[in-house]
């Protein structure tokens, strides 16, 4: 599985949950921008492991931030291995991480058992033979 890692640095930047997902035009115009990311760090692989990833991506940070004293913050799409990974790995050097869990991803991993293992309900409608369109322009199979 594809795994993907990036280090960098950036200043706090309070806002406020409108500035992050305005309801409105007013709101839209007055919201503040989200932080900078600095000095980017990034790696990718196809064939390392998540545990090994996290441990590179820790050296980087480590190497900014040798006694810890910045806040550290992982965002994750919230697969259990990965947070397995980060944790026991933030445990072994020592540092204090805050995770954040990606919101869409977690959709995804709620999502996905309801419409795989719900059996129909016995008032549904019976469902259509016919696959959703999905582009009016697709072309059929050869």
């Known amino acids: 599985m594809a795994c993907v890692t990036a280090c960098y640095d950036a200043a706090p930047a309070p806002r406020t949950a409108a500035d992050i997902l305005p309801r409105d035009a007013s709101e839209r115009a007055e919201r503040k921008k989200g932080p900078a990311a600095r000095n980017r760090h990034m790696n ?32 994750v799409d919230g697969a259990n291995h990965q947070l397995d990974c980060l ?42 033979s016919k696959p959703p369109a999905t582009c009016s322009k697709a072309t059929p199979p050869a």
């Open 44 to 75: 990718a692989s196809l064939e390392h492991s998540t545990a090994t990833m996290v441990t590179t991506m820790f050296d980087q940070a480590e190497c900014r931030d040798p006694e810890h004293l910045r806040r550290w913050i992982v965002l």
């Open 87 to 128: 944790t026991q790995e933030a445990a072994r050097r020592g540092v204090s991480i805050d995770i954040i869990v990606d919101f869409v991803h977690v959709l995804e991993y709620l999502w996905k058992p309801r419409t795989t293992s719900t059996p129909p309900s016995p008032t549904a409608p019976p469902s259509s």
